[in-house]
């Protein structure tokens, strides 16, 4: 087998350009956790990388052809490759519990929701990087204020100092994307779980940017505010005007109030 076809329902965009695959391998450090899953490998010009760091490798392809191609390409990666799709795959018996870093080139049609499940798990992911489109990259990255700012900004930043290292053409994948790509990284905060309800701070930031055009006392009507609740200042703001600081301290609040959300 010289070559993997790309599969578009698969969200294929094979990366090519080996000093873009070093630079986001690179991204892994000496100090990252000696375990590292890489997701989407596909021909492995990233993964050729990977291998040549003092770390313990894991890639996850739900592409049986790439499965294929990496057996015999690598043999380094015997029994390391998993053959399933990651976004149903119980992370913790992996690395038998360990902590583990993320990376790779992540098919642009799941790429948020490779984030919010290692956000899920972000007890066993202290480290994350890869390629995503460009848009993508930049929202996740993104501070109060702008129309890029939302939901996958204010979750990710809760838990994870987000860092935009460089952006990569067209012209340096095959097939060539119609967008931009853009490589992050993620690194865990020292405190990790919040000081609120979690599961009330999620319904809150997701029910707020819903409607993100009003401000949060209409977007959160939801939530059965009181009437003292409501006169708060916070209430006449926008969800792209609130720091990840202050959608806590909203958290905060509704939750010492005693309201509900009854959607």
Known sequence: MNK???KKHLGQHFLTDLDVAKNIADTITPNSP???LEIGPGMGVLTQFLLLQNKQVKVVEIDKESVVYLEQHFPALHHQIIPKDFLKLDLHPLFSGEPFAIIGNFP???????VFKAIENRHLVPEFSGMFQKEVAERICEKKGSKAYGILSVLTQAFYHCEYLFTV??????????VK???IKLTRKEKYTLDVDEKLFFQVV???FNQRRKTLRNSLKSFQLNDILKEDSIF???PEQLSVEQFLELTHKIANNGVQNQS
């Open 4 to 6: 993997v076809a790309p």
């Open 34 to 36: 000696k375990n590292v």
């Open 108 to 114: 642009y049609n799941i790429s948020t929701q490779i």
């Open 169 to 178: 053409g067209e012209q340096c994948f095959n097939p060539p994307p119609k």
């Open 181 to 183: 790509s853009g490589v």
């Open 206 to 208: 997701k029910t707020s």
């Open 236 to 238: 006449d703001l926008r």
